[in-house]
C-alpha cells in the first residue's frame, strides 16, 4: 500500500495537475468573458430629467443584447467547454501513448500466431515431394 501511494502521489503528477487545472480554469474563465464581453455594450445616456437633460454629467449604461440569464448560462456553458477541451488536448498526449502500447500488444499476439500458424507445427519450411 505504501508503494503505491509513493507512485501514485509524485511530484511531478501533482505540477501537472496544477497546471493542466490552471490552464484549463483560465481558459474557460476568459472564454465566458468574451461571451459577457461580445453580448454587452456600452452607451451614454440620453438627455432626459434623471440628468436635468444634460445639464448633470451623463452616465454610461451596459446595454444587454440577451437577458441576463441567458447571457450568464451561455458564459457558464462556453466556459466549461473550452475548460475541457483544454484540460483534453493537454492530456492527449498521455492518450495517444495509451492508444499506441494498445495496439501494439494486439498486433504483437496476432503476429505472432501468424507466424506460428505459417510455418506449422514440427515443419522445418522445406517443401516435401
Same mark, same amino acid.
Given at each position: ?5 509513493? !507512485?501514485?502521489? !509524485? ?9 493542466? /487545472?490552471? +490552464?484549463?480554469n483560465?481558459?474557460?474563465? %476568459?472564454?465566458?468573458? $468574451?461571451? !459577457?464581453?461580445?453580448? /454587452? ?10 440628468? $436635468? ?11 444587454? +443584447?440577451? =437577458?441576463?440569464?441567458?447571457?450568464? *448560462? ?15 488536448? +493537454?492530456?492527449?498526449?498521455?492518450? *495517444? /501513448? ?19 500458424? %505459417?510455418s506449422? =507445427?514440427?515443419? /522445418?519450411?522445406?517443401r516435401?515431394?
Amino acid at each position: 500500500m505504501n508503494e503505491f501511494i509513493k !507512485t501514485t502521489f !509524485t511530484r511531478q503528477k501533482f505540477r501537472g495537475l496544477a497546471v493542466n /487545472t490552471a +490552464l484549463g480554469n483560465f481558459a474557460g474563465y %476568459a472564454a465566458g468573458s $468574451l461571451v !459577457t464581453l461580445l453580448s /454587452t455594450y456600452h452607451s451614454i445616456e440620453r438627455r432626459a430629467l434623471r440628468n $436635468l437633460f444634460g445639464i448633470l454629467p451623463r452616465k454610461k449604461v451596459v446595454v444587454h +443584447l440577451l =437577458p441576463e440569464w441567458l447571457e450568464w *448560462l451561455l458564459a457558464l456553458v462556453i466556459g466549461f467547454i473550452v475548460m475541457e477541451f483544454v484540460r483534453y488536448s +493537454l492530456n492527449e498526449k498521455k492518450y *495517444l /501513448t495509451l492508444v499506441r502500447a494498445l495496439r501494439r500488444q494486439r498486433s504483437a499476439p496476432a503476429a505472432a500466431s501468424a507466424a506460428g500458424a %505459417a510455418s506449422g =507445427p514440427g515443419s /522445418t519450411g522445406a517443401r516435401r515431394g
